[in-house]
Nanobody
Framework: EVQLVESGGGLVQPGDSLRLSCAAS????????IGWFRQAPGKEREGVSC????????YYADSVKGRFTVSRDSAKNTVYLQMNSLKPEDTAVYYC????????????????WGQGTPVTVSS
């Protein structure tokens, strides 16, 4: 069974950091693009970052550039999203998703999705 499982979310204060993980099972992430998305209450799901597993090319939304870093561990079949200098507007459920060969910050191309992990940034 193909699965993506996110973990690492939680409640933090503004300025804090979190590292999210996206672990794949049932398939290997080689030749996939892994995207991170988030959805805040009442808002549409938006792309945050993406990494191509074959060459580690990375892409970021303007809202997170310089604060978030996406990385991979091919041996563990896992992708990470390091989130620094968190802001209240980063509060959302964060999802990872997989698509063959490409990266995209739009939801349409993606084939597989995780269940999401909530992140709350509040003082």
């Amino acid at each position: 069974e193909v699965q993506l499982v996110e973990s690492g979310g939680g409640l933090v204060q503004p300025g804090d950091s979190l590292r999210l993980s996206c672990a794949a099972s049932g398939f290997t992430l080689n030749n996939y693009g892994i995207g991170w998305f988030r959805q805040a209450p009442g808002k549409e799901r938006e792309g945050v970052s993406c990494i191509k597993m074959n060459d580690a090319s990375t892409y970021y939304a303007d809202s997170v550039k310089g604060r978030f870093t996406v990385s991979r561990d091919s041996a563990k079949n896992t992708v990470y999203l390091q989130m620094n200098s968190l802001k209240p507007e980063d509060t959302a459920v964060y999802y990872c998703a997989a698509v063959h060969f490409i990266c995209a910050l739009s939801t349409g191309p993606y084939d597989y999705w995780g269940q999401g992990t909530p992140v709350t940034v509040s003082s």
